[in-house]
């Protein structure tokens, strides 16, 4: 099994074209499609496949799926037989059902949001070309300086549960995670590729989604991101800009016009390794105030409470 | 439109809400701070159980918010809803804060 990266989020929205202009405008996604089911297609500037995120039109806010590419198209086979072995529901998603990729295999997670497998994703190129390209975008381009979309956050009444699978089943490793007294996980984040995570845990409401985020060049492109939020008025948390303890980033996290949260942010640390053979930073709770907002060293009441 | 807010270990509190407002700008005009956090339908965090009355939305509200867990209760999601009732009672999830217990905010709130 070779899961290499978590490449996009499929979200569903209240509002497609309010979103369309606060992914595009603020956040500084490439709109690259439309189809007959009202869904829009983005991508940020570093990446060549067809999407990084697509907007679903809802009547909630949330997540409809996570979209998760594998090394190899044998790979699907024996995800599928893999995941339906530790007894969760397979279905299969023929290639071009969404748009610019191939056949998927999507199941839920034990807490009951959904990953989809794929392999192939059309190409559409960088920002800048694929020829003789400038190393940097064309001036004027509009939004944040967000090069990729990184990692997600998702709720779960028991973050083990969805640990175990991840890493019995998809391979994934466990970089860092926080206990309580009794050793129970209070959150968890795993990666699959070569930072130190792609998937993260947090305590909460099962099926809910609490946050994506997009990643920038420097601590630099993050403060320009604010100054861009401040002057869209966009809904930001308390907190930030700001850093975690937690794998150190510089972030400040902030609403999409459905309420589904967004984060700004820079430098993870990078964590390659064979699957389960770098051992996990373990967080114990008294410290998880510190390691959510180092500089505060408090977590909002509400921070793991507030998810789509 | 008489908007009564409660919530456990607060006193109930009342405000007047013009037709059109949401609960939202109607209490910030009252001088009533509200736990938010998206201000756009979608988080949860103003999720309110309607005891009496009844909202509309002119703008979208997350439907899941409004249903889940609901069983027979009525929720909100104060950041958008508009009472239509010449009452509502609601019971907050979280506390809310006056204005006026906070010095800066009296002198820059008038």
């Known amino acids: 099994m070779a899961i290499s990266r978590f490449s996009y989020a499929s ?246 016009p459905s309420g589904n949260r967004n984060e700004f942010y820079n430098g993870a640390y990078l964590a390659p390794g064979a699957p389960g053979w770098v051992p996990p930073i373990v967080w114990q709770a008294e410290h998880f105030a510190r390691g959510a907002f180092y500089y505060e060293n408090a977590v909002p009441e509400t921070f793991f409470a507030e998810v789509t | 439109m008489r908007v009564t807010l409660r919530h456990a270990g607060q006193p109930e509190l009342q405000f007047e809400c013009s037709a059109g407002d949401t609960v939202l700008a109607a209490a910030r005009r009252a001088g009533i701070i509200l736990h938010v956090a998206c201000e756009q339908g979608g988080c949860g965090a103003c999720r309110a159980r309607i005891v009496d009355g009844e909202v509309h939305y002119p703008l979208p509200a997350s439907a899941r918010w409004l249903d889940e867990g609901a069983g027979s209760d009525c929720y909100a999601l104060l950041c958008r809803a508009v009472p239509i009732s010449d009452t509502l009672v609601l019971e907050t999830a979280y506390r809310w804060r006056q204005r006026e217990s906070a010095p800066l905010s009296r002198l820059m709130g008038g």
């Open chain 1, 11 to 256: 979200m569903n929205v209240m509002d497609v074209a309010a979103a369309v202009r606060h992914y595009v405008h603020v956040v500084g996604l490439r709109e690259i499609d439309r189809d007959e089911r009202g869904r829009v297609y983005l991508q940020a500037a570093d990446n060549q496949d067809h999407h990084c995120l697509i907007l679903n039109p809802a009547d909630s806010a949330g997540v409809d799926h996570l979209g998760f590419k594998v090394n190899d198209p044998a790979d699907l086979d024996e995800a599928a037989a893999a995941v339906a072995a530790y007894g969760l529901p397979v279905t299969r998603v023929a290639a071009g059902s969404i748009r610019g990729q191939g056949d998927g295999v999507r199941f839920p997670l034990p807490s009951g949001q959904h990953m989809l497998l794929y392999f192939h994703a059309e190409k559409i190129g960088y920002v800048t070309g694929m020829e003789n390209p400038s190393p940097v975008p064309p001036q004027g381009t509009p939004g944040g300086r967000v090069t990729h979309l990184d990692h997600t956050l998702i709720a779960a009444q028991s973050p083990q549960d969805d640990v175990n699978f991840l890493t019995q089943v998809l391979d994934f490793s466990l970089t860092e995670k926080v206990v309580d007294p009794a050793g129970n996980t209070l959150a968890a984040f795993l990666t699959c590729g070569h930072t130190m995570h792609d998937l993260a845990i947090g305590p909460g409401p099962d099926g809910h989604f609490h946050h994506m985020a997009f990643g920038m060049d420097s601590r630099t492109e993050v403060i320009h991101g604010v100054d861009l939020l401040k002057e869209n008025a966009v809904p930001a948390l308390e907190y930030g800009i700001t850093r975690h303890g937690i794998s150190g980033v510089t972030t400040i996290y902030f609403h999409d």
